[in-house]
């Protein structure tokens, strides 16, 4: 699978992805919102984009489809409870459906509820001899799980929903699955965590480096980073539930995972 993420520079640091089939240099544009810069990039590459997908319906991930399509003809995906939210959606996207892209590569539908309720991540399941990054498992995570962060819950989501879709799912994705997230919230995400955990020498040394950072690549993330650097993944951290014990003087003496991520999103809404 070919990945090219692709920053739009506007205030909310959005990505748009596109992802392509090697062998047929079909492809998929996902959350297309910058038109213009989406199709120069396909061309660029040499891509031919048949496929338009959306994780949700806000309108940073959904504003750039009605030109993106024009010009391409692609087919429009969604959350199949999106399609009274998102104009002229050609397939509704129920869990374990998979769109395809070219010849080899398929992108299976996560029902992924929380930030929204129409809300979908897109799981490339990799090969199972992976020898190269490419190979590897990824995951397309829209506004549900950031670089060190999640999603907010305050435009048509919920916050017990949202940690019920971690404990289901993202939770149990593969240590090394690759993240591809919406928006590029890395810096502050961390600065949360050190706030939250300030001894997590994960969470320091890579806030170092990024803070250093000269090259115009992207930093990506996994599933294992995450359980390091993601105060969200560390829901059994004495120091986290330390730190959370001031702010909320009422926490069980062992709280449960649950209200841990929630007093936890509570915080990071004013944060």
């Known amino acids: ?35 213009v810069l ?3 990039r396909a061309k660029e590459l040499g891509w031919n984009v048949r496929s338009v997908i959306n994780t949700h319906e806000h309108h940073d991930h959904i504003g750039g489809n009605e030109p993106v399509i024009n010009a391409t ?23 374990g459906d998979v769109v395809q892209i070219g010849t080899s590569v398929e992108l299976i539908a996560l029902d992924t509820p929380g930030h929204t309720f129409c809300h979908t ?37 919920n916050p017990q929903t949202l940690y019920q879709t971690f404990r289901d799912q993202l939770f149990k994705l593969p240590d090394y699955t690759r993240i591809f997230p919406g928006h590029d919230y890395i810096v502050n995400n961390l600065q949360f965590t050190l706030d939250r955990e300030p001894n997590n020498a994960a969470a320091k040394s890579l806030l170092v480096a990024l803070q250093q950072w000269t090259s115009e690549k992207h930093f990506i993330s996994n599933i294992a980073m995450e359980k390091l650097v993601n105060a969200f993944f560390r829901l059994d951290s ?30 990071r809404n004013h944060w």
């Open 238 to 267: 004495e120091e986290i539930i330390d730190t959370l014990r001031p702010k909320f003087p009422d926490l069980a003496e062992q709280p449960n995972e649950e209200d841990v991520f929630l007093k936890l999103r509570e915080l």
């Open 73 to 95: 003809g692609a087919t429009l995906y969604a959350h199949q409870h999106a399609m009274d939210k998102i104009p002229n959606v050609d397939q509704g996207l129920a869990a």
């Open 1 to 35: 699978m070919l990945v090219e993420q692709i920053s739009v520079n506007n205030s909310l640091r959005n990505y748009m992805y596109l992802v392509a089939c090697p062998e047929t240099r079909e492809a998929a544009a996902i959350d297309p919102l910058d038109h």
């Open 121 to 157: 991540c897109l799981y490339y399941m990799g090969k199972n001899d992976f020898k190269q990054d490419s190979e590897m498992p990824a995951l397309f995570s829209g506004d549900t799980l950031f670089n060190a962060g999640v999603g907010n819950c305050h435009n048509g989501g």
């Open 38 to 40: 989406l199709l120069q």
